[in-house]
C-alpha cells in the first residue's frame, strides 16, 4: 500500500477562518467563503432544505460535493461556523474551459447581502478555474432570483447570457418545471 506523503489537514482547521478565500459582510456579522470540508456537509443539508425552490439532494451528495469537489464549490459561514451560503458546480470534462453551475444557496440571514454572487464569483477566481471563460447553469422560467443573479453577473463581467430550453417538464417526470440552460460567455478572468 502507498501512502501519501502530501500534508494532512484535519477538517476542524479547514473551517477556520484564517483559510477563507474572502471576508465578506461587515465588522459586526463577518461571513467567511471557503472551500467546503466533511463537517459541513449535513449544514450544507439543512441549508438548501431551508430555500425553496431549489431541489434538495440527499445529505450523502452534499458530502460528496463538499470532498470529492470542494475545489469547484464553497460555502459561506458566521463566525459561529453556521453555513449561511453554499454554491456547487464543477469543471465540464468534455469543455474544460466551463464551470456548470449546479446550486446556489443562500440561507434567510444572509439574503439581499449580495453573498450569492460573491461565492460564484469566489469559486470562479481560485487557480483552479483559470482556464474557465464560460458559466453555465440550469433555471426554471419562474424563478425570478436565478434569473436576476445570472443577468447581473453577465452584466458585470460584460459577457453575453444565452438561455434555452433544456430538460422538458416530461424528462422531469412530469412533476418538475422545465429547466432552462443559461449560458454566461465568453469572459475575461480578469472581469470577475
Excluded at 477562518?17 to 450544507?44: E, K, Y
Amino acid at each position: 500500500m502507498n501512502l501519501s506523503t502530501q500534508p494532512f489537514t484535519p477538517s476542524a482547521d479547514l473551517a477556520r477562518p484564517s483559510v477563507a478565500d474572502a471576508v465578506v459582510g461587515n465588522t459586526q456579522t463577518p461571513l467567511f467563503i471557503r472551500r467546503p470540508n466533511p463537517d459541513d456537509g449535513w449544514g450544507i443539508y439543512e441549508l438548501v432544505k431551508s430555500c425553496p425552490p431549489l431541489d434538495v439532494n440527499s445529505a450523502y451528495a452534499y458530502l460528496l460535493l463538499a470532498t470529492q469537489f470542494r475545489d469547484s464549490c464553497a460555502v459561506a459561514a458566521n463566525e459561529d461556523g453556521e453555513i449561511v451560503g453554499f454554491v456547487s458546480g464543477y469543471v465540464k470534462s468534455n469543455a474544460p474551459d466551463t464551470y456548470f453551475l449546479w446550486q446556489v444557496a443562500v440561507g434567510e440571514k444572509a439574503r439581499g447581502t449580495g453573498l450569492a454572487r460573491r461565492l460564484v464569483e469566489a469559486v470562479m477566481s481560485r487557480p483552479e478555474l483559470a482556464e474557465v471563460r464560460h458559466l453555465e447553469t440550469t433555471i426554471t422560467p419562474d424563478n425570478e432570483a436565478s434569473w436576476g443573479l445570472f443577468t447581473r453577473l453577465a452584466d458585470r463581467w460584460q459577457a453575453p447570457l444565452n438561455s434555452r430550453e433544456y430538460f422538458s417538464t416530461d424528462q422531469l417526470g412530469g412533476e418538475h418545471d422545465p429547466e432552462n440552460l443559461v449560458r454566461i460567455g465568453p469572459f475575461q478572468p480578469d472581469q470577475i
